[in-house]
């Protein structure tokens, strides 16, 4: 009995013990692994599964950045492709994909390939730094993530530390930019609550103004109080403000009543698609018809199942992006992903085609080779991405300020006969 | 390795405590010397601080489920409690002591924090019978979550300001800044957490649980557990005894949030890190590693939480094969097929060898308390 303690504890500590080698190779083999991807550049979009696995265990962050002359741009993504955030994260890493191929097969960045990879993070901050540990070992250059925004403000922090430049999608809380190293596509929380503020402001579309917003959501909270702090310079007048939390999102029965009871001519609603469908129905119900403002997170309305659109007629939202837009790139856009994935892409995947190309343009700027490590990759991005202008999906004319922001402007939609028209 | 050890006359739990630290020390050294010779991958670097809150959890958990045979499902609630409260502190000193100073300040105050409300919580619920602490800690984990949310402390030259609505409400000067910001909850949270740290907060949780365990007070702890009415009739006060083990436990759980709190940037306080969830991974570190075995409740949360990691390389079918494999580990250790399959291969292949039918206290006891 005690020999066997004894085996099964000196086995359980040598399982521990190997588990903690296993993430870590020897330097030489690194080497080697690079020297054959250099030596079969063609193979290495075949074998990017088998080498990134294989890459992932093997260590020497240096050596995988340093060693990769004459091969490829590697860059990584980060989000969520399983649990209750994966359609964003899938989003992200469905039209990031689409425009790497795109450009690939348009001779890639100063005429060098671009290999892609994207890590899940399960929405969760932590897991977030693993995957994106995971990447660097991988031997990742440039970042396009994370998808999420505490997950954004949590990898920021390391790629602050590491020297890594970072554009993020749609991390959109303040703090997603705070390092000079990252940039965004999609708006700020505040700059959307500011902006939708002023639009309803500016032309006068409403005097009294009922939130509805989910408090225990970052996005939410974020857009709401700036809305709040901006409404007081504006000639409309705040009546009620209502929370509800993730806990407590099926019935606003009670937030809608209260609206009501203030008398609010607009009801803005900073708040995410199915929670906004749900607001719309019980409104009906209620036989409550004021105006209805959203912002980005209501792009997807249209598309809930067992909705009736005609609830929607008549809705504003601010959106950078929309899915049945007439432009020649939006219609190229949609019809690629639609034949490619299945789906309709959303604002999300809009955001991750404009991160990828927004990458292209900059490192055509600024001349990135694959040679140079992250570090030179990052400085020389750095002073390119307020240089370029970009006329993407989500906006044309497209500029980035050294803070990070973009400047863009918010396109206002309404639904009118169950399509967003341009107001 | 018998002959050795008795020549030092070591009793078999003290040798087997022993054996603990060292596992801890060399998993220590181990990674020492690999970072030394840079031959850590950055995934691996980065995972060594998390391991280290894991292993501190799954510990402090495992001194409620194994030594005191109360089922506990709120634990990651503790932890939150601690990760706020310390977090909340460093940011409020931030600047004005040595880092060094602060941090431990910091896991004092998430000790202590989450040790007062583990008694708050213990002192009704420990007085009864059944299942019932169960229940209220899984109640007070979503409790603690959602009040965590709704939390807005804003600090200017007037001094702390308090909401439950929302940020605007704190109306805070100019000069103001909000410290725990509700849903987005603290921000810039000093980066204070390293993996030495990690490992001398284990070691030092190792010392209070495997002490409590063999004194006095924890052969009462565990007379409670094994048989409450004979327990009760020879004079053991049960409700202070349970309240003892209980609130020691969150009181390291705490630390653990501490130790969270200051290893990333952001601490918000989603169902992902301190729900239902976490509570529940941290009850399966405990339980695959044997209730009541605190040496197993380490392995067990470093294989579990460097698993869904080293399987990265199988993409999207990683959580799956995650999925699987706890369940036959399940099965391997639980099942009584499977103790009978290993009992017989130990026969088989270590029956000459045998020296005798005994063992550390901990070992022999795994599952028999708990219902």
């Not at chain 1, 929405?123 to 970042?143: F, H, I, R």
């Not at chain 1, 225990?216 to 000639?235: L, M, T």
């Not at chain 2, 405590?17 to 020390?25: A, F, G, M, P, R």
Request: glycine share 10%; proline share 3%.
């Amino acid at each position: 009995m005690k020999k066997y303690h004894k085996i099964i504890s000196s086995v359980m500590a040598s399982a521990m013990a190997v588990a903690l080698f296993a993430g870590c190779g020897n330097a030489a083999d690194n080497g080697n692994a690079q020297a054959d991807d250099n030596a079969a550049p063609a193979e290495n979009a075949a074998d990017s599964s088998n080498a990134g696995a294989e890459n992932a265990e093997t260590g020497g962050e240096t050596a995988a950045t340093e060693n990769n002359a004459g091969g490829v741009i590697k860059i990584g993504g980060v989000g969520p492709t399983t649990g209750s955030a994966a359609v964003y994260g899938l989003a992200v890493q469905n039209a990031a994909q689409l425009a790497v191929d795109e450009i690939n097969a348009n001779g890639g960045i100063n005429g060098v390939q671009i290999e892609f990879k994207f890590e899940d993070d399960e929405c969760d901050p932590e897991k977030s730094v693993n995957a994106y540990n995971t990447l660097k070992d991988w031997g990742m250059q440039m970042l396009v993530g994370s998808v999420t925004s505490g997950c954004s403000v949590a990898v920021a922090e390391k790629t602050a530390e590491d020297n890594m430049f970072q554009l993020t999608p749609s991390g959109s809380s303040v703090d997603c930019v705070k390092y000079d190293n990252a940039f965004r596509v999609c708006f700020s929380d505040p700059n959307q609550g500011m902006a939708s503020a002023k639009y309803i402001g500016e032309n006068a579309i409403a005097s009294t103004v009922a939130i509805i917003y989910d408090s225990s959501d970052i996005y939410s909270s974020g857009i709401y109080e700036k809305f709040a702090a901006e409404a007081a310079n504006q000639p409309f007048e705040i009546v009620s403000a209502e929370a509800f939390t993730a806990d407590s999102k099926t019935d606003f029965s009670v937030q809608l009543q209260k609206a009501k009871d203030a008398g609010a001519e607009l009801v803005f609603l900073p708040i995410y698609y199915t929670e906004a469908s749900l607001i719309l129905s019980q409104a009906s119900t209620l036989g409550y018809a004021p105006i209805f403002f959203g912002c980005d997170g209501l792009d997807g309305i249209l598309n809930v199942e067992n909705f009736d659109t005609s609830l929607a007629e008549g809705v504003m939202l601010l959106t950078p992006f929309a899915a049945d837009a007439e432009d020649e790139l939006t219609k190229n856009f949609v019809a690629a992903y639609k034949e490619k994935f299945g789906d309709t892409p959303n604002q999300f995947a809009a955001d991750a085609y404009d991160a990828v190309y927004a990458i292209k343009a900059a490192g055509e700027k600024a001349g990135i080779t694959p040679d140079m490590d992250m570090s030179a990759i990052c400085d020389a991005m750095k002073a390119a991405m307020p240089q370029i202008t970009l006329d993407g999906l989500t906006g044309t004319g497209m500029t980035w300020d050294v803070s990070g922001e973009p400047n863009k402007e918010p396109k206002a939609v309404k639904i009118t006969n169950g399509v967003y028209t341009a107001m | 390795m018998d002959k050795t050890n008795s020549k030092f006359k070591l009793s078999k739990t003290t040798k087997s405590n022993l054996i603990t630290y060292l596992i801890v020390i060399i998993a220590y050294l181990t990674v020492q010397l690999l970072l030394a010779g840079g031959h850590m991958s950055s995934l691996m670097e980065g995972l060594l601080v998390p391991l280290c809150i894991y292993v501190i959890l799954a510990v402090s958990l495992n001194l409620t489920v194994g030594i005191l045979g109360e089922l506990s499902l709120g634990h990651a609630g503790f932890m939150c409690v601690g990760a706020f409260s310390g977090a909340f502190f460093s940011k409020c000193t931030q600047g004005s002591m040595p880092d060094m100073l602060r941090f431990l300040l910091a896991l004092i105050i998430g000790a202590v924090v989450a040790g007062v409300f583990g008694i708050l919580i213990g002192i009704p619920v420990l007085r009864l019978k059944g299942d019932y602490l169960a229940i209220v800690t899984l109640a007070f984990g979503e409790i603690i979550k959602n009040l965590v949310n709704v939390l807005y402390i804003g600090r200017d030259s007037d001094g702390f300001h308090f909401s439950m609505k929302d940020s605007i409400s704190l109306h805070l000067k100019e000069d103001g800044e909000v410290l725990v910001n509700g849903a987005q909850g603290i921000t810039g949270t000093p980066h204070d957490s390293s993996f030495t740290i990690g490992v001398l907060l284990i070691l030092l949780a190792l010392f209070i649980i495997l002490n409590l365990i063999h004194s006095r007070d924890g052969r009462a702890i565990m007379a409670i557990r094994d048989n409450r009415i004979a327990a009760e009739s020879v004079g053991i006060n049960i409700t202070k005894y349970k309240l003892m083990a209980f609130s020691i436990s969150a009181a390291i759980a705490g630390v653990g949030g501490v130790l969270y709190a200051h290893n990333l940037s952001t601490l918000t306080a989603q169902p992902k890190n301190f729900g239902y969830n976490m509570s529940i991974m941290i009850l399966v570190y405990v339980v695959l590693g044997g209730i009541g075995n605190i040496r197993g409740s380490i392995i067990a949360a470093v294989l579990l939480t460097l698993l869904p990691e080293l399987l990265r390389g199988l993409s999207d079918y990683r959580m799956l094969i995650y999925a699987v494999v706890l369940i036959a580990m399940m099965l391997l250790n639980w099942s009584p097929k499977a103790i009978e399959w290993k009992e017989r291969f130990r026969e088989t292949y270590f029956s000459g060898r045998k020296t005798g039918k005994s063992e550390t206290a901990q070992v022999s006891q795994t599952g028999k308390g708990v219902k």
